[in-house]
């Protein structure tokens, strides 16, 4: 595809001047600002995971109480795997893995 030469109206050069022209900016930004007869309704849902949003907000990332026990744990050789209950997890995370990628290739 070959494009040759410039339609009046076409591209970045009318936007320029327009919005070079201080009367027709709209100081709103490019959406406009809401007019008193405009409103917004969230859903339930939309409410529910935007108060769950800044539940977790609160939470810290790093659990500082668990790492500490577990440094000290297993600096004095305390703490202890049971390996059973590992590799059990292991499997059923893996069992899940495979039903839930069956699915999805269903």
């Known amino acids: 595809m070959k494009i040759n030469g410039k ?5 970045t050069d009318n ?4 919005a070079g022209d201080k009367d027709q900016v709209n100081k ?3 959406g406009g600002a809401l007019s008193a007869g405009d409103s917004v309704d969230l ?7 935007s ?3 800044k539940m977790l907000e609160s939470v810290p990332d790093v659990r500082g109480d668990m790492v500490v026990k ?4 297993i600096e004095h050789g305390a703490y202890s795997v049971d390996a059973g209950k590992v590799a059990e ?3 059923a995370k893996a069992l ?11």
């Open 70 to 73: 577990l440094k000290t744990d």
């Open 96 to 106: 899940r893995d495979s039903i839930y990628s069956k699915k999805s290739d269903e």
């Open 7 to 11: 339609k009046p109206g076409v591209g």
């Open 28 to 30: 709103a930004g490019a």
């Open 89 to 91: 997890k292991m499997i």
């Open 51 to 53: 108060r769950v949003k």
């Open 15 to 18: 936007f320029v001047k327009k």
């Open 43 to 49: 859903s339930q849902k939309a409410r529910d995971l």
